[in-house]
């Protein structure tokens, strides 16, 4: 662990369908980029946790929590991915360990400032590729990138994975994060080309 290397859904030089390569790093948000104060910060775990008790982390314990790196390609629904990017950060996998979830979780919702939120199956949310990001090639990230703390979910499209996050919130059933709600696809699997909520399969949207 500790050691930049390849993993997830990367099929040799390929780009999931319709895909096409991004150079350099564009921004890509709705909405104001907040301002980060460390001393209202904190990132919090709640709904259903195993021992029924809210996690908080402040940044300065946060910060603290053992780093890795994942390299990986980032996949815009609007069609222009980024490749091999390396990220440095706290695997999801590591909050699900000190955060446990209750037996009956099957989604989580990932929160970021101002309401902004995705949701996403606790089976992708536990990939040993998804992190929330603190770093981008060893450097913090930037304001408008997401500092001082983003989600990455390479196996999705990128909307999935919220810059600014503040917590995580354990569902026993799922529920439309804010691009879901408007239109976008529910599951977000870029290899399937799942892009909008007009293509969902039965079984793909929470029951409504
Ligand atoms: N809080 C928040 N996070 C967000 C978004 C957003 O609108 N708000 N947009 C998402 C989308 S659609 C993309 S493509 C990526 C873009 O990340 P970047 O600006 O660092 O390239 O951020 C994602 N995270
Ligand atoms: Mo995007």
Known sequence: MGQPEHRGERRAEELPPGQRPQRGWPVTHYGPVPRFRAERWEFR???ATADGDKHCWT????SALPYHTVVADLHCVTKFSMRDV???GVPAATILELAPPAAEVSHVMVWAEYGYSANIRLS???????????HRDGELLTAEHG?????????????KGP?????VEY?????????????YHNIGDPWR???????EEPGEGPEP
């Open 147 to 159: 500092f001082p703390l983003r989600l990455v979910v390479p196996q999705l499209y990128a909307w």
């Open 193 to 199: 080309e799942q892009r909008y909520s007009y293509q």
């Open 45 to 47: 775990v709640f709904g």
């Open 124 to 134: 992708d949310f536990a990939a040993d590729t998804t992190l929330f990001a603190t």
């Open 59 to 62: 940044h300065e314990e946060f």
């Open 163 to 167: 810059k600014w996050v503040r917590g």
């Open 171 to 183: 569902m026993t059933t799922d529920r439309r994060g804010f691009w879901e709600e408007r239109g």
């Open 86 to 88: 390396e990220w440095g």
